[in-house]
C-alpha cells in the first residue's frame, strides 16, 4: 500500500517472545498465581495461553493518519465483517429501529417481529434521503422527503401518486436488506450478502460467555464519546495494561494492572483476544507500600462499600473474597439473582473480550462494561468510543429501560457528567493520551514512524494488526 509498509523496521520479524506465557516480565507475580490462591474453578478465558505469540508485524503510523486507509477500511472491513449495530434493548417494540453509521455508510436496524430483526441500506428507493437519521418508531417506514413507505420486512407499501410511476414496479422497490444476525442480546449485521455466519465470526465467545450471558442484561448507561483521534488508536488504550502505571496510578493500591494476564484466539473467521487484570491487588510498582487492609479501604471509599470488620482481611486472597461477597451481594439486593457461586475472580476482576474489528464485551461483573469503537464520518482522526454499563436484569421484575445514548463531544470532558461516576475520569484519563498521541503521530520523524510494542503486554494491539494487515492486503 505504501512505501513505508515495505521498510524494515527492525525490531518486526523477531522469533516469538521470550517471556514466560502469562506473565508481564521477569520477577512478578502472575494473573495465575493470583487466582490460583482463590483455589475456585476457572473460566477458560482465565487459564494463561500456552501457546507462544506469533511474531510482530509492523504497524507504521500512516494507518492511523491517511484517508486513503479509510477508504481500504470500508472495503476490506465495514462492507465485509460482521459489526455490532445496537443493542436488541435499543429497539424493544415492534417497529422500533435505529440507524447504524460506519464511515459513510448507513444502515437502519429495525425490529420486524418480537424475536425478529431486519437490517436495511438507510436510503430511500425515490431520491435517497436517508431513512432513518438516528432513531424512531412505527407501523412503517416512511420517508421524509416524498413520504414513499416500506413496511416493516421491507416490501413497498405505498408511494404517492403511484401514477405518475407507471415503471415503478414494487417488487423491486424494496428496501435492500444486509445480513443481520444477533448474539448475547448484540444485534451484529453484515453487508456482504456472501459473508459465513456470525457464529463463524463469534468463534469461542459464546463458549467463553456461556456463564455470562450478555442477553440477560440491559443498558443501564451508555455515552458516546467524540474524540479528535483515529478509531484504532482508541481501542488499542483499552487493550493493554500497561499505560496504568503512568496514567491511571490512583488506581494501583487495587488494581494490579502488571499482571495481566493476555491471550488471543484466530481460527482466521474468528479474531479474538482480551486482557485479565487481578483486582484488589497493589499494581507490581507500590505492592510494598500496600497492605492488604489499605488496598481494601482505598477500593471501598472509591465504589461506595463497606468496610470489613477489623482483623477480618489478613492478605489480598481475603481481601478479594471480601469484595467478591460484598458485590454478589449487592447484585442480590438489586436484581434478586443468586451470584453467590460465582467466582471471585468472576465477580471482582476486570476481564475485558475483544472481537474483531472494534467491540469489547467484558466478562462478569468487575467492570460489566461494552465498548464499541467507530471511525467519526471519513475522517481518520476522528472516532466515536461508545461505553455502556450493562447490568444483570431483574431476575423477577420488569427490566428498567435501555438508558438512552449521553453524548459527549470532542472537547467535552466526560468528569463533568455526574450520572458517570467514577468511570468518567478513568475515561478522561486515557483520552488525553489519545489525543495527544494523534498529534504526535503526525509530528514523528519520518524514519521513526513505526509503533514499538511490547511482545506480551501489547501483544492484543499486535493481534489486531495481524487481522487488520492481512485483510488489508498490507
Ligand atoms: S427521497 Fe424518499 S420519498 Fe422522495
Ligand atoms: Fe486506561
Not at 281 to 305: L, Q
Not at 453 to 469: K, T
Request: aromatic share 12%; proline share 8%; with cysteine.
Amino acid at each position: 500500500m505504501s512505501k513505508t509498509e515495505s521498510l524494515d523496521i527492525g525490531i518486526y520479524g523477531l522469533p516469538a517472545p521470550k517471556v514466560a506465557v502469562g506473565q508481564s516480565s521477569r520477577g512478578r507475580m502472575t494473573y495465575a498465581q493470583i487466582v490460583a490462591k482463590d483455589n475456585e474453578p476457572l473460566n477458560p478465558i482465565l487459564q494463561p495461553q500456552t501457546e507462544p505469540f506469533p511474531p510482530q508485524v509492523p504497524i507504521t503510523f500512516d494507518r492511523y493518519l491517511d484517508k486513503r486507509f479509510v477508504d481500504l477500511e470500508v472495503e476490506h472491513i465495514w462492507n465485509k465483517h460482521w459489526q455490532i449495530a445496537c443493542r436488541e434493548e435499543d429497539i424493544p417494540n415492534i417497529g422500533d429501529r435505529v440507524s447504524y453509521d460506519i464511515v459513510d455508510q448507513s444502515y437502519v436496524i429495525v425490529r420486524s417481529g418480537p424475536e425478529e430483526f431486519k437490517a436495511f441500506y438507510n436510503t430511500c428507493r425515490h431520491r435517497g434521503r436517508r431513512l432513518c437519521d438516528s432513531k424512531g418508531s412505527g407501523t412503517h417506514i416512511r420517508c421524509p422527503f416524498h413520504a414513499w413507505t416500506w413496511n416493516l420486512d421491507g416490501s413497498l407499501e405505498w408511494v404517492p401518486s403511484e401514477e405518475d410511476f407507471p415503471h415503478v414496479k414494487k417488487r423491486a422497490y424494496g428496501l435492500e436488506q444486509v445480513q443481520v444476525d444477533r448474539w448475547g442480546g448484540n444485534v451484529f449485521i453484515n453487508p456482504d450478502p456472501k459473508a459465513k455466519p456470525l457464529s463463524e465470526a463469534l468463534g469461542i465467545l459464546p463458549d467463553v460467555f456461556a456463564d455470562c450471558p450478555l442477553d440477560e442484561r440491559y443498558t443501564a448507561q451508555r455515552l458516546r464519546k467524540k474524540i479528535r483521534c483515529n478509531w484504532k488508536l482508541a481501542q488499542e488504550a483499552f487493550m493493554e495494561a500497561y499505560h496504568t502505571l503512568e496514567t491511571h496510578w490512583d488506581h494501583m493500591p487495587f488494581f494490579g494492572t502488571s499482571y495481566g494476564q493476555y491471550g488471543e484466539y484466530d481460527d482466521g473467521e474468528s479474531h479474538l483476544n482480551w486482557l485479565t487484570t487481578a483486582s484488589m491487588v497493589p499494581d507490581h510498582w507500590v505492592f510494598d507500600k500496600i497492605s492488604p487492609d489499605d488496598s481494601i479501604n482505598h477500593f471501598c471509599t472509591a465504589f461506595g462499600f463497606p468496610f470489613p470488620e477489623k482483623g477480618t482481611i489478613h492478605n489480598f486472597t481475603d481481601a478479594r473474597k471480601y469484595i467478591a461477597k460484598c458485590r454478589a451481594e449487592m447484585i442480590r439486593l438489586s436484581t434478586g439473582r443468586d451470584f453467590s457461586d460465582k467466582t471471585t475472580a468472576y465477580l471482582i476482576d476486570y476481564i475485558k473480550a475483544f472481537m474483531f474489528p472494534n467491540h469489547h464485551p467484558w466478562w462478569g461483573e468487575g467492570l460489566p462494561w461494552w465498548y464499541r469503537f467507530t471511525p467519526y464520518e471519513d475522517d481518520p482522526g476522528l472516532c466515536i468510543m461508545e461505553v455502556r454499563i450493562l447490568l444483570p436484569t431483574p431476575l423477577n421484575g420488569p427490566t428498567p429501560p435501555s438508558a438512552a445514548p449521553l453524548d459527549i463531544d470532542f472537547d467535552e470532558r466526560c468528569a463533568d457528567f455526574p450520572a458517570l461516576g467514577t468511570a468518567g475520569k478513568l475515561v478522561d484519563q486515557d483520552i488525553s493520551n489519545l489525543v495527544a498521541i494523534q498529534k504526535g503521530l503526525k509530528s514523528a520523524a519520518k524514519k521513526n514512524r513505526y509503533m514499538t510494542l511490547a511482545q506480551y503486554q501489547e501483544s492484543n494491539i499486535q493481534h489486531f494488526h495481524r487481522v487488520y494487515n492481512k485483510l488489508l492486503g498490507l
